[in-house]
């Protein structure tokens, strides 16, 4: 079974989809923040030398257990030439207007 087959046969149990969701954000940012670092070919090491930020609190934002603040993620993306976007999307198809 490949992780995309476990992860949509857990989605069934509407408790597990409740809580996979309420933490989709999360993941959503630090995978982003992976491709991101990753896409600039640069380790944590040299993105902490870049930002002022400690290595271990730029690990502990990409493994889930840091909660950056806005400020924090911004120094980041200056660090990696990027801009910080944040956006908020309808959950659904329904727009109104």
């Known amino acids: 079974m490949?992780?995309?087959?476990?992860?949509?046969e857990q989605?069934?149990?509407e408790s597990f989809k409740k809580e996979y969701e309420a933490?989709?954000?999360?993941y959503e940012i630090i995978s982003s923040l992976i491709d991101a670092r990753k896409s600039c070919?640069?380790?944590q090491k040299q993105l902490s030398e870049t930002t002022g930020i400690a290595q271990s609190d730029i690990s502990?934002?990409?493994n889930g257990s840091g909660n950056p603040t806005i400020k924090l993620l911004?120094?980041?993306a200056d660090g990696l030439g990027m801009n910080?976007?944040?956006e908020f999307t309808p959950k659904n198809s329904f727009v109104m207007g």
């Open 2 to 8: 490949t992780l995309k087959e476990a992860l949509n």
């Open 11 to 13: 989605m069934k149990d």
């Open 23 to 26: 933490l989709a954000p999360e």
């Open 41 to 43: 070919n640069i380790t």
């Open 60 to 62: 502990k934002i990409e």
């Open 74 to 76: 911004k120094r980041i």
């Open 84 to 86: 910080l976007r944040i």
